[in-house]
């Protein structure tokens, strides 16, 4: 582990839908370690949902015996980075992918990327169509400001 990495889990399931409560939970708790809002443990959890319910229905198809892997890093400066990737069909077009509204299925918004693009930084997708897809995002959690505690 590198001395930039203060702590590192990883974690690896298959792509069944009640595993998306399990990394969730799983986030919010290593997020917890930082001394950080509620609000932003939730924006956390909405994030790895987005991307982990992403690998189930688009890159698994719904198909229940996918892999899925989720990294989260705690880096120095109140950083945490999250790695979710799969093993799926992968993404013929990132950046089509990636515009607000775009969706290949009819009546799903295409706000996925849009979430986790407005509650993380440094989004990057890589992806190979028949591979799979690798999604790497940055939360800075902010300084809590002593004079908040009354
Ligand atoms: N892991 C993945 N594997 C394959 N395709 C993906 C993956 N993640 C995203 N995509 C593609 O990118 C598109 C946009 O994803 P995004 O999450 O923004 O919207 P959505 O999942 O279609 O809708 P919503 O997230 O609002 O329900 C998807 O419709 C899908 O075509
Ligand atoms: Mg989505």
Redesign the pocket.
Known sequence: MSSEIKNLIKIEFPSRPENISFARTCAAAFAAQLDCTLEEIEEVKLVIS??I???I???YDNQPDGVIILEMKLLPEKKIELMIE?Y????ADVNQ??EPR????VN????????MKSFTEDLQ?T?EVDR??K?RMIKTFLPISKENDL
Request: glycine fraction near 18%; aromatic fraction near 10%; charge should be negative.
């Open positions: 987005e991307a319910s992403n690998s229905i688009h890159g799969d799926g069909c992968g993404i992918a990636m775009y969706s290949s299925i799903r918004m295409g706000l996925g990327f849009v979430f997708v992806s799979g897809t999604v």
